[in-house]
């Protein structure tokens, strides 16, 4: 160089200085090269693909729903709807993306008449995919879709469609049973189970639609197309043609579940006229009935009232229409009180702790025992419904037929005292009632079953040391000699205690014992199936859309009685005679009922849940001889069981053997003493 | 002591033996630098592939040819070659001298891109066409306002006062006025740039290059503050660290957006030539351009945009290894200059496609689609031939 050496120097430090920089600046360019390409790779490939492919889905028509007979219960119906894709007309904070959007979102609210915030509301919700066009408008006129493809510079990224529409053409019928679709949920989408549902997906909420789900479901179209950046398609990389749903075959008789609704619902309305002992009116909050074959254990109806309409659910429930249908006084529409409610059984119960009290060993099914006014028992009298009448002494079917309480005391408390003696107390009690479906779910193809409660030593100490504390509070907390104080030391110290009480109470049906009206009707129809108990069941067959055969769905033994001959027959007479002797229980609700020709089998219930006014039962079958159908009837609040639930069963079943249809048919209480 | 004619002839024989085989040693040809030469050639041409791939589909889809960019850049190349081979023959002392023509010619052009004679593109006027080529005078300007600086610097002799610095300042800050114009704030900002280096390397007083420093920070706060700076202009270079006006920076997230995924889904070797989906489906914008990286380091992934980051790397050493053995100061403060440039244009770009700069709209030297920009690099490389052949 031809500078000084001092700036020779100087002049190579400065150049060093600016290689440094320079290396620095490459070197920085490397390790963020490394960092993106190597290190964070994966994530960017994905995201290159989620770029380059589209998913399109085409969902797939469900499947029918039908009654035995083939008539549809459900069926889908195509539905002309307004859909717009949200990613031309939004953007990521859901407001129109530019004017333009805005432009088209006002003539879209205009020719919807909505307003522009429902458009963009509808449009932008999350709980539909971004890959589809979302539905504005379902059901809209066909003038509407005219404007919309004649139009079609005017809305651009608006497509009208037609989309399958749950379709209901027996009305309200069935609710319960049919259930209803929904829109899968965000947390559902996170579960396992929901792998293969995407956003917008619709599934069975309810009923059949969502016991049956896999079946009717289908299989949703795809097609993965390759857009590029301006979206244009360049290349279909897979297509699936979508694959409709699976139609679900019933046992329901179309016509016995009209008739089994319509008399449920005209039975506990009537009953509401009824003036009791006491002067007030009966409340008759609520009930529900059920009809099985009684060989096969198929549901042939079942009703639950009060009951919803499902088509308010499609395409979406409002939310006025669902809250008018959870708020406080609504009865609890929603709830299918045949596999959900929760009732005391009362004496419709005594089949099962009769026949329990023979396997027991205690008597006979002829043995006799008094039927007393009441039963002593450590201070406590537990009295016969009868209010003080001695009604001589009883065999298991003069006990079934007067529903004699005092009857099934004694014997419970033999039983008690026998297992209190035991090493290993054998509670009979409980093993029996299983072997009627007690204690259980029946494993009905209804979600949302309840198993109910057949209580016994193991259910009382778990029970117990749950609130053992809390009694020992109050126990403390109560005024010293007060009669509080003394129930609750008394619960306190010995609360885990199985007492004889209880074992009295649960002989009856009250107390501690919870069953649904289905487990009661499954009971009764081992009783009429000589002994052995079908799983209740309402799927029979899958057909695929075509009707060919695709699975039966065969009835199912679910247990046996294990009772033998003889005390099956003692039951069953006493069951007959409940129904057909002139002091059987059931006996005032048939009258003009042709008992000759179509003998009736039953059992009233009575069962107290006070304060409340009680819950009326009703089980039986028809006919007795040879039966055909079992029927169970419960109303809530709605008295003696002979006075409101047994004129219910007696006008399904008149109706169900062409005596009396349902349309002339008459709700004629029975009496109102007798259990 | 005595001599006769014949003697003295021998020697004069002698004398012009040695002569001449110093004039050949020394011979300015025999001094090429041939892996600076190759270096840019391997570049331009690694170039060519991506500019061909990038648009391939999309001239296709259009109906044209699909070599339609890649012709262009080749006769850039040919008459880049050519520039290249005037400009080292000719000594740089005498570039030197014709320095101001240089860069009243580029201040005229300049002038004239902002006249109703220049052209405008995407919301920039930064061309002159010229008989059907496209002519982008703020490329050449670089290379004018670096060798005016450098020569002014040179005048000075190492001593650079503050009468030189002032000059140098004049001289640099009038193109950038007229590019920011534009405006383009990617190519204002390399003229600043390339003068603070000339400042460095000439022996500038650290004074003064702390004064300046200074003065151009409070001038960036004062454009900032009097939105001297268009708004698309500052969202733009914000929206990398995710801030800013939203709608406004859309564009250039989106480009960023678009142009990580590129690059990260090459992973270490790429998807292969003609596969990169972010390429061939139009993902990235203006990937022939100023996103071209995007198309090497997706199709040729870590390993392919480490190839060119060295390729590129062996053109700043061999810079900086001329700047060294430079004969005279402007030699060095030339070469050293372009490799600044090159630095910056660089990490500018690549370093924007890779997220860790601004959007700002500056070529990959070499690589990027562009023919002025093309011809004034080779422009570059024949002055460091240059340089490198005279430095004794």
């Keep these: 160089m031809a500078l000084p050496s001092s700036e020779s120097s100087s002049s190579v430090l400065r150049l060093t200085f600016l290689a440094v920089l320079v290396i620095t600046l490459f070197l920085a360019l490397f390790a963020r090269l490394w960092f993106l390409q190597v290190l964070a790779g994966d994530r960017y490939v994905e995201l290159a693909d989620s770029n380059r492919l589209r998913t399109v889905v085409t969902e797939a028509p469900r499947g029918a729903i039908l009654a035995a007979d083939g008539e549809e219960l459900v069926r889908n119906r195509p539905a002309l709807a307004i859909s717009a894709d949200r990613q031309v007309l939004l953007d990521a904070t859901g407001a129109p993306v530019n004017a333009e959007a805005e432009r088209v979102i006002e003539r879209l609210a205009e020719l919807l008449e909505i307003d522009e915030e429902e458009v963009i509301e509808r449009l932008g919700s999350q709980r539909r995919s971004p890959f589809r066009p979302v539905p504005v408008a379902v059901d809209v006129t066909p003038e509407v879709v005219f404007t919309v493809q004649e139009q079609r510079e005017l809305f651009p990224g608006v497509v009208p469609e037609t989309l399958p529409v749950r379709q209901y053409p027996q009305d309200t019928l069935a609710a319960h049973l049919v259930g209803y679709i929904g829109e899968v949920s965000q947390e559902e989408l996170l579960d396992p189970a929901f792998a293969d549902y995407r956003a917008g997906d619709?599934?069975?909420?309810?009923?059949?639609?969502?016991?049956?789900?896999?079946?009717?479901?289908?299989?949703?179209?795809?097609?993965?197309?390759?857009?590029?950046?301006?979206?244009?398609?360049?290349?279909?990389?897979?297509?699936?043609?979508?694959?409709?749903?699976?139609?679900?075959?019933?046992?329901?008789?179309?016509?016995?579940?009209?008739?089994?609704?319509?008399?449920?619902?005209?039975?506990?309305?009537?009953?509401?006229?009824?003036?009791?002992?006491?002067?007030q009116l009966l409340p008759s909050t609520a009930g529900s009935a059920v009809v099985l074959d009684a060989r096969t254990g198929a549901v042939l109806a079942m009703a639950s009232y009060p009951s919803f309409d499902p088509r308010e659910f499609v395409g979406g429930v409002s939310r006025a229409y669902f809250e008018s249908l959870i708020e406080e006084d609504s009865g609890d529409p929603l709830v299918n009180r045949v596999i959900a409610g929760t009732y005391p059984p009362g004496s419709v119960f005594k089949t099962a702790t009769g026949a329990a009290m023979v396997e027991g060993g205690h008597i006979t099914p002829r043995g006799q025992v008094e039927c007393a006014p009441a039963f002593e028992l450590g201070g406590n009298t537990f009295r016969n419904w009868n209010r003080g009448v001695n009604e001589g002494m009883m065999d298991l079917s003069d006990a079934l037929m007067r529903s004699c309480d005092t009857y099934f005391y004694e014997l419970a408390f033999d039983q008690w005292l026998a297992e209190e003696n035991a090493e290993e107390p054998d509670e009979v009690v409980i093993d029996v009632a299983e072997r009627f479906g007690f204690n259980q779910r029946t494993g009905i193809d209804l979600p949302g079953e309840i198993a109910g409660r057949v209580p016994g030593r193991q259910w009382r100490e778990e029970y117990w040391l749950a609130r053992r504390d809390s009694y020992c509070q109050q126990a403390e907390a109560a005024t010293a000699g007060s009669r509080a104080e003394e129930l609750f030391t008394d619960l306190c110290r010995f609360g885990g205690a199985w007492r004889g009480g209880d074992a009295v109470n649960t002989s009856i049906g009250q107390g501690d014992v919870i069953a649904t009206p289905l487990q009661v009707a499954a009971s009764y129809q081992a009783i009429a199936n000589d002994g052995v108990l079908m799983r209740p069941h309402l799927g029979a067959e899958i057909r695929a859309p075509d009707g060919t055969l695709i699975r039966a769905i065969e009835p199912e033994e679910f247990g046996s009685l294990e009772l033998s001959d003889q005390t099956l027959a003692v039951i069953r007479e006493g069951l007959e005679r409940t129904v057909m002797e002139a002091r059987g229980t059931g006996e005032s609700a048939f009258t003009g009922f042709p008992l000759d020709q179509i003998p009736v089998a039953g059992k009233t219930g009575t069962a107290e849940l006070r304060p409340r006014v009680p819950f009326a039962w009703f089980a039986g079958y028809a006919p007795a001889d040879d039966p055909e159908i079992v029927v169970a009837v419960n109303v809530e609040e709605g008295g003696g069981g002979s006075q409101t639930a047994a004129p219910i069963v007696r006008n399904i079943m008149a109706h169900h053997f062409g005596v009396v249809l349902a349309d002339e048919a008459e709700f004629e209480a029975g009496d109102e003493i007798l259990d | 002591m005595a001599t006769n004619y014949g003697q003295d002839r021998e020697l004069r024989q002698q004398r012009a033996q040695v002569q001449s085989r110093w004039m050949e040693v020394y011979a300015p040809i025999r001094h090429l630098d041939p892996v600076l030469v190759l270096t840019a050639l391997g570049l331009t041409a690694i170039g060519l592939v991506a500019i061909y791939s990038a648009k391939l589909v999309a001239l296709s889809a259009q109906g044209l040819p699909p070599t339609t960019y890649v012709s262009r850049q080749l006769l850039a190349l040919a008459i880049g070659v050519l520039v290249m081979v005037v400009v080292a023959v000719v000594d740089y002392r005498v570039v030197r001298v014709y320095a101001p023509v240089l860069y009243v010619v580029s201040i005229?052009?300049?002038?004239?891109?902002?006249?109703?004679?220049?052209?405008?593109?995407?919301?920039?006027?930064?061309w002159i066409v010229l008989g059907g080529f496209q002519l982008q005078p703020s490329e050449m300007a670089k290379l004018a306002v670096l060798v005016v600086v450098a020569a002014l610097i040179h005048e000075s002799e190492?001593?650079?006062?503050?009468?030189?610095?002032?000059?140098?300042?004049?001289?640099?800050?009038?193109?950038?006025?007229?590019?920011?114009?534009?405006?383009?704030?990617?190519?204002?900002?390399?003229?600043?740039?390339?003068?603070?280096?000339?400042?460095?390397?000439?022996?500038?007083?650290?004074?003064?290059?702390?004064?300046?420093?200074?003065?151009?920070?409070?001038?960036?706060?004062?454009?900032?503050?009097?939105?001297?700076?268009?708004?698309?202009?500052?969202?733009?270079?914000?929206?990398?660290?995710?801030?800013?006006?939203?709608?406004?920076?859309?564009?250039?997230?989106?480009?960023?957006?678009?142009?990580?995924?590129?690059?990260?889904?090459?992973?270490?070797?790429?998807?292969?030539?003609?596969?990169?989906?972010?390429?061939?489906?139009?993902?990235?914008?203006?990937?022939?351009?100023?996103?071209?990286?995007?198309?090497?380091?997706?199709?040729?992934?870590?390993?392919?945009?480490?190839?060119?980051?060295?390729?590129?790397?062996?053109?700043?050493?061999?810079?900086?290894?001329?700047?060294?053995?430079?004969?005279?100061?402007?030699?060095?403060?030339?070469?050293?200059?372009?490799?600044?440039?090159?630095?910056?244009?660089?990490?500018?770009?690549?370093?924007?496609?890779?997220?860790?700069?601004?959007?700002?709209?500056?070529?990959?030297?070499?690589?990027?689609?562009?023919?002025?920009?093309?011809?004034?690099?080779?422009?570059?490389?024949?002055?460091?031939?240059?340089?490198?052949?005279?430095?004794?």
């Design chain 2, 158 to 392: 190492g001593q650079p006062r503050a009468g030189v610095v002032l000059a140098c300042l004049v001289l640099t800050l009038l193109p950038t006025g007229l590019v920011f114009l534009q405006p383009d704030l990617g190519t204002s900002m390399v003229f600043v740039w390339s003068t603070a280096v000339l400042f460095l390397l000439g022996g500038v007083q650290a004074r003064y290059l702390v004064g300046l420093t200074l003065s151009g920070v409070i001038g960036v706060i004062v454009a900032l503050q009097t939105e001297l700076i268009q708004d698309y202009q500052l969202s733009r270079l914000t929206a990398f660290l995710g801030a800013g006006d939203a709608s406004a920076a859309q564009t250039a997230a989106f480009q960023t957006r678009q142009s990580l995924i590129a690059v990260g889904s090459g992973q270490f070797a790429g998807k292969g030539l003609f596969e990169g989906t972010q390429t061939s489906l139009s993902y990235v914008p203006e990937n022939h351009t100023d996103f071209i990286f995007t198309v090497i380091a997706e199709e040729f992934g870590f390993l392919g945009g480490s190839v060119v980051l060295a390729l590129l790397l062996v053109l700043v050493w061999r810079g900086l290894r001329i700047a060294i053995l430079a004969k005279d100061t402007f030699g060095t403060l030339v070469a050293g200059g372009i490799v600044a440039i090159l630095t910056l244009q660089v990490f500018v770009n690549v370093g924007m496609t890779v997220g860790i700069m601004p959007v700002t709209g500056l070529p990959l030297p070499f690589i990027s689609y562009g023919g002025t920009s093309l011809i004034v690099w080779f422009a570059m490389i024949g002055l460091l031939l240059n340089i490198h052949m005279r430095r004794f």
């Design chain 2, 108 to 126: 005229v052009l300049l002038g004239l891109v902002l006249s109703p004679l220049g052209t405008a593109f995407g919301g920039a006027q930064r």
């Design chain 1, 202 to 279: 619709l599934v069975g909420r309810m009923g059949l639609e969502q016991s049956y789900e896999a079946d009717l479901r289908g299989t949703a179209g795809e097609r993965v197309l390759v857009v590029n950046a301006r979206g244009d398609v360049l290349d279909v990389q897979r297509d699936r043609e979508p694959v409709q749903g699976n139609d679900l075959v019933t046992t329901l008789d179309l016509d016995l579940q009209q008739a089994t609704e319509q008399l449920l619902e005209d039975g506990i309305i009537a009953s509401r006229s009824i003036r009791r002992d006491d002067g």
